[in-house]
């Protein structure tokens, strides 16, 4: 199932995700994992978070950042080139658009699922 074309405001909003979990990498992480811990027990949490603002973006991600080293630094840098070039949101592979919940899940995603998929498999 593929995604939809992205809109300004969504490249907004994660554009602004990007730089917020940049922020987050190069600087407060210990703050982040007692936030992560805080939710209680509850893994991802995507489903339950409305569509809109950029803090339940934020709050959605949360957790993903607690296995984030310095290559998905890097990750994070090149998603912010594709957002100024424009090509931000496309699988690499097939060009088709990421689904925007893997997005807010991972704004860095470089693949849609089933391309992930045959890569892992690979
Ligand atoms: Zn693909």
């Known amino acids: 199932m593929p995604g939809r074309k ?11 995700l990007l730089l917020h ?3 987050v990498i190069t600087g407060d992480i ?10 209680d027990g509850e ?3 995507v489903d339950a978070v409305a569509d809109g603002g950029s803090d339940s973006y934020t709050q959605a991600f ?14 994070i840098d090149e998603a912010l080139e594709r957002l100024s070039e424009g090509s931000f949101g496309r699988c690499e592979e097939c060009e088709s658009w990421l689904l925007k919940d893997r997005l807010r899940a991972i704004p860095y995603a470089t693949h849609c699922v089933g391309c992930q998929r045959l890569k892992e498999q690979a």
């Open 21 to 23: 979990v940049r922020g």
């Open 43 to 45: 893994v991802g949490g």
């Open 6 to 16: 992205l809109s300004d405001q969504d490249l907004a909003n994660f554009k602004e």
């Open 30 to 39: 210990s703050k982040l994992e007692q936030d992560a811990f805080g939710i």
């Open 62 to 75: 949360s957790l993903e950042l607690l296995q984030i080293d310095e290559h998905t630094l890097r990750e």
